[in-house]
């Protein structure tokens, strides 16, 4: 089936650290792969996205790789702040005869320290 | 221009109870999805509507049922309700069929309690 696996939290990191979130997934054909995150109190945002192998999606210093070999797309930021304190799901688009859903991960709580 | 939203903000309610939840998508979006988020478990498809009908419908009890109105609201109904039913709801529209995942845009959600 189709499914997402991300690395559980949660991550306490001091301010300008650098980040990595692990993500891989298990999909039947080729996905678009996603991370979004969720503020306190709030919905969820996109944060990034990649449609094909290879793509890089990046957005307010956070970059991730899709990598159809090892299936995988980590989330990294090269010096966090505290405002990035959140919690960051990796997703994957799965459109089947016209029917479209985002399977999530769990989910990963960050919190950052100043 | 304004965002998804959806009301009650929070619900609370007893084992047995039916609750229902609302939302309201972007002007100009056809398509409501909502997802299950309860503690541990991340987000769960619950439904999908497009147009005024379910499209899909994700691995939950038939007690899940909602409807889309012809402003294409929505609502999402839980009928009697059980203590693992406590979650926070998420809605999200989004253009519609073949449009991709990545227009989803979600509201704040509703945080239901069953006590």
């Known amino acids: 089936g189709n499914s997402v696996t991300q690395m559980e939290g949660p991550v306490t990191l001091s301010e300008e650290a650098f980040l990595t979130i692990n993500c891989t997934y298990t999909?039947?054909?080729?996905?678009?792969l996603f991370w979004y995150v969720q503020y306190p109190g709030e919905g969820l945002q996109l944060l990034l996205k990649?449609?094909?192998?290879?793509d890089k999606g990046s957005n307010k210093g956070f970059e991730a790789t899709y990598r159809k070999e090892t299936t995988s797309f980590h989330l990294e930021k090269g010096s966090v702040q505290v405002s990035d304190s959140a919690v960051y799901f990796c997703?994957?688009?799965?459109?089947?005869?016209?029917?479209?859903?985002?399977?999530f991960g769990k989910g990963t709580k960050l919190t950052v320290n100043p | 221009e304004a965002g998804v939203t959806q009301s009650p903000t929070h619900l609370i309610k007893t084992r047995g109870q039916q609750a229902t939840l609302r939302c309201s998508p972007i002007?100009?979006?056809?398509?409501v999805y909502w997802y299950q988020q309860a503690l541990g478990l991340g987000l769960q498809f619950l439904l999908w509507?497009?147009?005024?009908?379910?499209?899909n419908r994700g691995n939950f009890p038939p007690r899940f049922s909602g409807r889309q109105f012809p402003n294409y609201s929505s609502e999402l109904n839980v009928n009697a309700l059980e203590l693992e039913d406590s979650a926070l709801y998420l809605c999200?529209?989004?253009?519609?069929?073949?449009?991709?995942?990545?227009?989803?845009?979600f509201g704040p959600g509703t945080r239901l309690t069953v006590t």
């Open positions: 999909a039947t054909g080729y996905p678009s």
């Open positions: 509507y497009d147009e005024g009908e379910e499209r």
């Open positions: 999200a529209s989004s253009l519609g069929t073949g449009t991709g995942s990545s227009n989803y845009i």
């Open positions: 997703a994957l688009d799965i459109t089947q005869g016209g029917s479209e859903k985002l399977v």
């Open positions: 990649a449609t094909k192998a290879d």
């Open positions: 002007s100009g979006h056809t398509s």
